[in-house]
């Protein structure tokens, strides 16, 4: 690890938390949605296991992103780090986008 620290992963790694706190509140609507479509009458039943479905890869983004975030921010685990911004792509690409630029370029940083 080089003793000058930029702002590089601390910022890739506040990215990679909020893309993956977006992701999990995403997993959680998609399992309410598909519950209480569920109920509603005169909706096609196979809404359901769809927006379940939905809920899944959301739900994995968001919680390799927020451990990846973590990781970022400790400048620990490049490669952990580097995931973590990829999956934050799939909740927030804006933000996934920048986080995996950032965590890229400030792979000297990482121990």
């Known amino acids: ?63 390799l992103a927020i451990v990846g975030g973590i990781y970022a921010l400790q400048r620990k685990i490049w490669g952990l780090a580097l995931a973590g911004s990829i999956a934050a792509f799939i909740p927030s690409w804006i933000l996934g986008i920048a986080a995996i630029v950032f965590t890229a370029l400030s792979k000297n940083e990482f121990e």
């Open 1 to 63: 690890m080089t003793d000058n620290k930029t702002w590089m992963p601390m910022v890739a790694g506040i990215l990679d938390i909020i893309a993956g706190s977006f992701g999990l509140i995403c997993s959680l609507l998609f399992i309410s949605i598909g519950c209480v479509i569920r109920f509603v009458p005169n909706i096609p039943p196979y809404l359901f296991p769809i927006f379940t479905a939905l809920a899944l890869p959301f739900a994995i983004a968001g919680i």
